[in-house]
């Protein structure tokens, strides 16, 4: 099992930035590929960002290329999301995931999820 908690999440306006934390927890939990993603109030959860094990490869929805970096750091059994240049249309519960799915950006290659923490962007 692994435990997933999202922190750093909050209310700014459009232009600001953020850095989401996901502290993971369990066993190897640092084996697995982890992800990043959102869910808006009424919408379907999407993809934001993945990264591999030990951090080489890193993907990104198309909608936040350039502004979000995703990175981990093993040695402490955290992941991060950071969020600049955040527009209205980023505002979303954010969740971590861990996985050894084959498609980074699809939700079912996750076993674990955090529970999400909100991020709001006033315009």
């Known amino acids: 099992q692994v435990q997933l908690v999202e922190s750093g999440g909050g209310l700014v306006q459009a232009g600001d930035s953020l850095r989401l934390s996901c502290a993971a927890s369990?066993?190897?939990?640092?084996?697995?590929?982890m992800g990043w993603f959102r869910q808006a109030p009424g919408k379907e959860r999407e993809f934001v960002a993945a990264?591999?094990?030990?951090?080489?490869?890193?993907y990104y929805a198309d909608s936040v290329t350039g502004r979000f970096t995703i990175s981990r750091d093993n040695a402490k059994d955290t992941l991060f999301l950071q969020m600049n240049n955040l527009k209205p249309e980023d505002t979303a519960v954010y969740l971590c995931?861990?996985?050894?799915?084959?498609?980074?950006?699809?939700?079912?290659?996750?076993?674990?999820w955090g529970q999400g923490t909100q991020v709001t962007v006033s315009s």
């Open positions: 995931a861990a996985g050894a799915g084959i498609d980074p950006r699809s939700l079912v290659g996750y076993n674990y």
């Open positions: 990264i591999s094990s030990i951090g080489i490869s890193t």
């Open positions: 369990g066993r190897t939990s640092s084996t697995y590929r």
